[in-house]
């Protein structure tokens, strides 16, 4: 099913990550609209997506169809229902991160550079590992690209988007070049006026307790998701650092077994075994946390910043509304452009209760959302630490049954 | 090599016949000459002293022989390389069970060791067993600023009859136990013996303690050198000759102790030692001998490589407890994290799973830091000792080394007088003639005794070497397996707790609604 350029390396992921749903955020599949991807090619600097529609639709040609899609055009699909005055009142679906693989790109590079230096098992081994790294990262991307179009797919009002439409349909080049430097500073000043708005427009009390309650909430929630996140990482990253040194600590004894001439040859030949299967088993768990604990953290965070852009577009609206009232007020003092004024007037008070309404909708099923994938991801978490602990377990025990039977 | 058996310079009056046919050292497991007993034997019983003659019979050998039957088995070719004649040394020791010369004796012991043989002490059937358990604990710092030490707690718990106690303690501080090894080396390193090193110098570490720095790399520092200590003292009373050094038993029994001050990096004794040191290293690069002794060259061989294994290994462990450590740390921060996330989370469930995750989190990295622990204490010391126990023993064969160029050194020497005497013969100066004719002889005749002693210096320094390397393997062996296989079983705990933990967490996830 997928298709990658590398060779399949050993499995380096849990069972549960055969399919691209690494990040499980408990969508309702409706039948009428379902989006997947089904193939992907990793090439030199980018990657290609097979996205893979199955719709009862009236408004698609066919019933089921497949188009290639890379990631700008995701970001493009992103950013129009950002732009899109009618979605104000929805949390837009984070966009996925753009596939990431210099890293390890750069790894493999070095492995390549030092291959003199080290013997040919070593570097066999190395190599499967950084293809196994290079998958993984792999997987990911995609999974992060299918969550984004499925949770298109589930909204309500964002699957009949055209530009989603055309997105899942057309299966010509969309066009869509990357920004250009003029439009990506024109974005980063965009950025700066928003935060900087979103700073004065977070300072204006709510009437309405629920959404003055989930401004507080959500901003201490996003801050210290961050944090988690972060320090998340940094522990994964610390666990796959010491199934390193368990590898070379593997080899090393290897060698003094097959040098050695006492009893001990034996025996270091049996521990050397013994730590390179840990070693798999360690950075199996390092790599099962990265995927149930890091990656929903870092979903999460996403998803917390969207629902504060929603919050700040309520805010702004409130704003607005606030502004028109006392503009009308003023042009009924003077008694001019009233009307004017007054159409204004309604048309803010219009999209304010707009937004307040869906946007109220919309963070109730953020919270269900988040409470799912938590508690799925945190028992699956907790199924394979134990899985793993149990595994290696049986393997030490048996290891040291053999150990001490011979001495 | 010593061409042929032969009888004893009449000076040393060590050694005598042995007329008894029985050859006793078949006995003992670890025979190493099959020699019938006609050949000299070597009886120290003019040298015997006092009461405690009999505890010399130690037959620690037995406790290591029994367990070498299983790793050097009589057909390993270890074996067969003692066993064999080939160019061995000409003293078999066959000793009479009565006699065995006691190294209690401080004096001349450098005349002593040389021509008597402790193979007797080894080989001595009856007597103690090994039994001796050294701990070092209860390090306490004494005095103030920087001429602040720590003093630790030597206790010694034996039955062996060597000791005039069972179970007793001294106080020592660091000094005395490098000024213990310093005795020892000096007395034992050039015939052959392996002396265990002690543990090494550190500067910074103990600055920070007499600073009177309290904090936990301190800590660590104490604790890791108490910790070598012991296994320092455990590593030199299993040699079963060191453990019967004068030196070694007043260390371990007396209250008082002279200070050693010639330990000091910076003292006149400490300069001396770096010079010697470079002077050994260059002489190494100039002796070139020629190896007729195929075991050696094997051996050296092997320990080169050994170490080199050793070392790599080393490294990859230390960087193992390196990230053990960084590991307990993130998670730690990682669990105060995920506290403080679960505190902002509005759903009340999902909110105290995530305070049940950071409590798992933080016993974990308590667990974490445990096991880096005994990476470092178990494994990586282990490798760290061994290391340096490598060193000492390719110090043993430099120093046999050295006796082999002090030998051919005399027999040049030899060579260069009798050439002088026969172009005497030849000059034409009557008068002066048989002053110098006189002179002559009697430096030929001292030279030759030197040349003697000198190769009889040289097979005994070979034989001992043999023993030692063939000791100090089982010793290896047997440190090695014991030791990672307390190492694995600290592994094993760990999994079994992070079971214990994952279980506890595991309904408390499943609990989220």
Known sequence: ????????????????????????????????????????????????FTVHTKSTLPNFKQNEFSVVRQHEEFIWLHDSFVENEDYAGYIIPPAPPRPDFDASREKLQKLGEG?????????????????????????????????????????????????????????????????????????????????????????VKDVDDFFEHEKTFLLEYHNRVKDSSAKCDRMIRSHKNAADDMNRIASSLYMLGTQDSTDLCKFFLKVSELFEKTRKIEARVAADEDLKLADLLKYYLRESQAAKDLLYRRSRSLVDYENANKALDKARAKNRDVLQAENNQQLCCHKFEKISESAKQELVDFKTRRVAAFRKNLVELAELELKHAKGNLQLLQSCLGVLKGNT | MADSIRDPPAENTDFQELEDGEDLLLESAAARESEPASLPAVDISTKTNGPKQDSLFDEDTEDLFAEATEEVSLDSPERDVLLSEGPSPAITPITPPISVITPRIGHAHDDMFTHSSFDEIEEEEGGDSFDIHISVSDPEKVGDGMNAYMAYKVTTKTSMSLFRQKDFSVKRRFSDFLGLHSKLASKYLHIGYIVPPAPEKSIVGMTKVKVGKEDQSSNEFVEKRRSALERYLMRTVKHPILLKDPDVLQFLESSELPRAVNTQALSSAGILRMVNKAADAVNKMTIKMNESDAWFEEKQQHFENLDAQLRKLHASVESLVCHRKELSVNTAQ????????????????????????????????????????????????????????????????????????????????????????????????????????????????????????????????????????????????????????????????????????????????????
């Open chain 1, 1 to 48: 099913m997928m298709q990658e350029g590398l060779d399949d390396g050993p499995d380096f992921l849990s069972e549960e990550d055969r399919g691209p749903r690494a990040v499980n955020v408990d969508l309702e599949m409706d039948a009428t609209l379902q989006v997947d991807i089904s193939d992907a090619l990793s090439e030199r600097d980018k990657v290609k």
């Open chain 1, 115 to 203: 291959e003199g230096s080290m013997t040919k098992e070593e570097f066999t081994k190395m190599k499967q590992e950084l293809e196994a790294e290079y998958l993984a990262i792999f997987k990911k991307t995609v999974a992060m690209h299918e969550v984004f179009l499925c949770r298109v797919a589930a909204h309500p009002v964002l699957r009949k988007d055209l530009n989603f439409h055309v997105f899942l349909e057309y299966n010509q080049d969309l066009s869509v070049r990357g920004k250009n430097k003029k439009e990506k500073l024109e974005d980063f000043f965009k950025n700066v006026v928003k935060s900087a708005d979103g700073v004065l427009v977070a300072g």
């Open chain 2, 334 to 513: 990682f669990a105060k994290s995920a506290a403080m996330l679960g505190n902002s989370e509005d759903h009340t469930a999902l909110s105290r799973a995530l305070s049940q995750l950071a409590e798992v989190e933080e016993k974990i990295d308590q667990l974490h830091q445990d096991q880096a622990n005994a990476d470092f204490y178990l494994f990586s010391e282990l490798l760290g000792d061994y290391v340096r126990l490598i060193t000492a023993v390719k110090g043993v064969f430099d120093q046999r080394m050295k006796t082999w160029q002090k030998w051919q050194d005399s027999q040049m020497l030899l060579q260069k007088k009798r050439e002088a005497e026969a172009k005497l013969q030849f000059a034409n100066k009557p008068d002066k003639l048989q002053q110098t004719k006189d002179e002559i002889k009697e430096e030929i005749e001292e030279l030759e005794g030197k040349v003697q002693q000198g190769e009889r210096d040289f097979e005994q320094i070979s034989k001992t070497i043999r023993k030692e390397v063939s000791r100090f393997e089982r010793e290896r062996v047997k440190d090695f397996k014991m030791i990672i296989v307390k190492y694995l079983e600290s592994l094993v705990q760990t999994q079994q707790q992070l079971i214990k933990y994952w279980e506890a967490f595991l309904p408390e996830a499943k609990a989220i609604s």
